[in-house]
C-alpha cells in the first residue's frame, strides 16, 4: 500500500493541544480505518509526516484499535509524531514489551487512560509522557487547590503542592477554565487538549466579547509596513469577531460606499489602507487580552482553513476566500453571543453562504459539515458524511492536514 492509498484506507479526526501561552502547541489525530484490513504503519506515519511539519508541534497519533497500534509501535521514531497507547491495551503484556521497545528506540510514546488511571512503573519508564484525565474527586480537589494558592499568594504564604495534576503530562476532558489555568498555570501540565469552550463563553454572557489586542494591534503594523492586500486580508482572517464588525462597518451608512461590500478583500480596496487604519485604531481601547479566547477564535480559523482546501483546487480564488468567509463566520455566533440567523443577516453575504450557515444547504453545506465533524473528533461521522456528499475520505484527510500545519 503505498503513502498516498493509505490516507484513503482511514479517517481522521482531530483535537488541538494547547499550551501555557494558550497557543496551539500540537494536534490528537484520532485514526481509524475504514475497513478491517491491516495498514503499513510505515506508510501511514510516512504519508502524515509528509503534510506534517515538524515546526507545528506534535502530531499525536491515536489509533483506533489495538492492530494499528501494534503496527505503529514497530516503526521507527518520525520526527514530530508521537504514538498514542490506551491503557486498556497496554494491559496485554505483548503490546507492553511493545511499547517500551519502542520507547528505547526513541518513538515518543504517549500514555492514556480513563479518569483517576495511571500507568504503571514498568510502562511509565518507556514513555514519553501520557494524557491523563481527572476524576470528579480529583477534579474538586484541584479546584480547592488552585483557590488554596491564590490564597495563599495574596498572604504571601507557601502554596500547596497537594494537587493530583501531574507536572509534564497533558490533560483531557477540563471541564473549566478554573481547571485549565490550574493546569497550565500553575501545575505545570505540558498542555490540554481539547478547550472548556461553552464554559469559557458562559463567563462572558453577561458582558461583550471583543477583538484579541494582539490581532488588531498586528494588522496596525501590517498597514504601517505597507503590507500587501492579500497579507491584510489574511490576517483579518485570524480573528473572527475582527471580520464581521470590519464588514459590517464597511457596510454602514457611515462609510457611505457606492456597493454593498460581500468579502473582506472588496472591502479592504474600496476603504484603503488609511481608513482601515483609523477604524483598526478605534477598536483598541476596546479590544480583549483574554487568552482564554484564542483556541476559540483558532479553532475557527482552522474549520475555515479546513473549508477552504476541500474547495476544488480549480475553483476560482474568490470563491475559495468565500468559502473561507463562510468557514470564518459559522460560529461567529458564539463571540457575540446572539444567535447566527440575526447576526449574518445583517451582512450582505452571497447566497452560497447564507444557504449554508442558516440552512445547511447549498455547494458549501458539505464542506461545513465534514470540517464540523472533523473537530469534533467522530471519525464515524466524518466517514458517514463522505459517503453521503461523495467526498473521498482521502482528499478529506489530506485537507484537514493541510489546513492543520498552516502557520498562523
Known amino acids: ?45 510516512a504519508a502524515l509526516s509528509e503534510l506534517w511539519p515538524a515546526k507545528q508541534g506534535a502530531l499525536l497519533v491515536r489509533p483506533a484499535n489495538a492492530a494499528l497500534l501494534f503496527e505503529l509501535l514497530s516503526q521507527a521514531p518520525v520526527p514530530g509524531l508521537w504514538i498514542e497507547a490506551p491503557h ?3 494491559q496485554d503484556a505483548r503490546f507492553a514489551a511493545q511499547a517500551r521497545q519502542a520507547g528505547q528506540r526513541g518513538v515518543p510514546v504517549v500514555w492514556s487512560g480513563e479518569p483517576g488511571q495511571s500507568p504503571t512503573p514498568d510502562v511509565l519508564r518507556s514513555l514519553h509522557t501520557a494524557v491523563r484525565a481527572l476524576t470528579h474527586q480529583e477534579a474538586l480537589v484541584a479546584l480547592r487547590t488552585s483557590l488554596h494558592q491564590h490564597q ?49 463563553l458562559h463567563g462572558y454572557r453577561f458582558k461583550q466579547i471583543q477583538p484579541a489586542h494582539a490581532l488588531v494591534m498586528a494588522m496596525v503594523q501590517a498597514i504601517d509596513a505597507d503590507a500587501s492586500l492579500d497579507s491584510l486580508e489574511r490576517q483579518l482572517g485570524h480573528e473572527p469577531l475582527l471580520t464581521y464588525r470590519y464588514l459590517r462597518y464597511a457596510n454602514s451608512v457611515a462609510v457611505g460606499l457606492p456597493r454593498e461590500m ?34 476559540i477564535r483558532s479553532s475557527m480559523v482552522v474549520r475555515a482553513r479546513t473549508m477552504a482546501q476541500l474547495a476544488d483546487a480549480g ?32 451582512l450582505p453575504l452571497t447566497g452560497r453562504i447564507v444557504s449554508a450557515l442558516l440552512g445547511q444547504a447549498g455547494p458549501y453545506a458539505p464542506w461545513l459539515a465534514i470540517a464540523s465533524a472533523q473537530e469534533s473528533g467522530s471519525a464515524k461521522l466524518v466517514r458517514e458524511l463522505c459517503k453521503a456528499h461523495g467526498l473521498s475520505t482521502e482528499e478529506v484527510n489530506r485537507a484537514l492536514l493541510r489546513a492543520l500545519a498552516q502557520k498562523s
Not at 13 to 40: F, H, K, M, T
Not at 165 to 171: D, I, M, S
Open 152 to 200: 495563599s499568594t495574596r498572604v504571601g504564604a507557601q502554596a500547596s503542592r497537594a494537587s493530583p495534576v501531574h507536572p509534564g503530562a497533558l490533560y483531557e476532558g477540563l471541564a473549566s477554565a478554573a481547571l485549565v489555568d490550574h493546569a497550565l498555570d500553575h501545575q505545570g501540565a505540558l498542555g490540554v487538549v481539547g478547550w472548556p469552550t461553552d464554559e469559557v
Open 262 to 295: 460581500d468579502s473582506v478583500r472588496h472591502a479592504l480596496m474600496a476603504m484603503g489602507y488609511a481608513q482601515t487604519r483609523n477604524w483598526l485604531m478605534a477598536q483598541l481601547p476596546h479590544a480583549s487580552n483574554e487568552a482564554n479566547l484564542n483556541p
Open 1 to 45: 500500500m503505498s503513502t498516498g492509498s493509505v490516507l484513503g484506507s482511514v479517517t481522521l479526526a482531530y483535537e488541538a493541544i494547547w499550551n501555557q501561552w494558550r497557543q496551539c502547541a500540537g494536534v490528537r489525530l484520532l485514526v481509524e480505518p475504514n475497513r478491517d484490513i491491516a495498514l503499513s504503519g510505515a506508510h501511514l506515519l
Open 88 to 90: 486498556q491495551w497496554l
Open 315 to 346: 475553483m476560482e480564488e474568490d470563491l475559495r476566500r468565500e468559502v473561507f468567509l463562510c468557514g470564518v463566520l459559522s460560529q461567529v455566533d458564539l463571540l457575540l453571543g446572539e444567535p447566527l440567523g440575526p447576526a449574518i443577516q445583517r
